[in-house]
């Protein structure tokens, strides 16, 4: 059984940094590429960053240059490293994982198993 455990969210001051991990149980977690999603309330999950196997990366437009997703396939974990937090960054942050294979999507249907979120809260 795939399980997704995410830590690392908080509360920061906007300009502030965090880094978020996943840790990836009972998953070929070297074979597939695996994504960040966040969700704000009352609004539709959203996808952050995503990334192959093979350590090729995708960002959504808004956190290029911000945000940077890397990997340990020793140690089965996914990060997220936030800079330059903002106000509008703070929702609940997703782990997430697809069975397929190739380059990273961003697309939240190719994601087949999901961690249950880390809530990232940014002041102004």
């Known amino acids: 059984q795939v399980q997704l455990v995410e830590s690392g969210g908080g509360s920061v001051q906007a300009g502030g940094s965090l880094r978020l991990s996943c840790a990836a149980f009972g998953y070929a977690y070297s074979l597939y590429y695996m994504g960040w999603f966040r969700q704000a309330p009352g609004q539709e999950r959203e996808a952050v960053a995503a990334i192959g196997s093979d350590g090729r990366t995708r960002y959504a437009d808004s956190m290029k240059g911000r945000f940077t997703v890397s990997q340990d396939n020793a140690k089965n974990i996914l990060y997220l490293q936030m800079n330059s937090l903002k106000p509008e960054d703070t929702a609940m942050y997703y782990c997430?994982?697809?069975?397929?294979?190739?380059?990273?999507?961003?697309?939240?249907?190719?994601?087949?198993?999901w961690g249950q979120g880390t809530q990232v809260t940014v002041s102004s």
């Open positions: 997430a994982a697809s069975s397929r294979v190739g380059f990273p999507s961003l697309w939240i249907y190719e994601y087949n198993y």
